[in-house]
Nanobody
């Protein structure tokens, strides 16, 4: 299974970005997919997740600002980031896991990871 992120960059506070993650090499229909972020010296934080039915879960810190989605073939995962603040600066990772239960925002539940894409928000 391979996950490749893109779309990171540097924007000013209040701006928007759209992250993409192309997934390949998996065959099971029962997948959780998610976005996580990490800053140096801190634990990886769950941002948003989505299951095969389109049910989503968000961290409280991003509710109403970020939107997770996937294409109809479920091979590309997206994260729309709006109203960005310097507190959103981090390396963002997409992740996937085979699961038949809720897609929680716990990094330990995911066993496939992308390489990360940097998001930097300036004031």
């Amino acid at each position: 299974v391979q996950l490749v992120e893109s779309g990171g960059g540097s924007v000013q506070s209040g701006g928007s970005l759209r992250l993409s993650c192309v997934l390949s090499g998996y065959g099971s229909p029962n997948w959780c997919k998610g976005w996580f972020r990490q800053v140096p010296g801190k634990e990886r934080e769950g941002v948003a997740s989505i299951d095969k039915w389109g049910n989503t879960m968000y961290a409280d810190s991003v509710k109403g600002r970020f939107t997770i989605s996937q294409d109809s073939a479920m091979t590309t995962l997206y994260l729309q980031l709006n109203s960005l603040t310097p507190g959103d600066t981090a390396m963002y990772f997409c992740a996937a896991a085979i699961s038949e239960s809720w897609c929680y925002l716990r990094a330990v539940d995911y066993n496939y990871w992308g390489q990360g894409t940097q998001v930097t928000i300036s004031t």
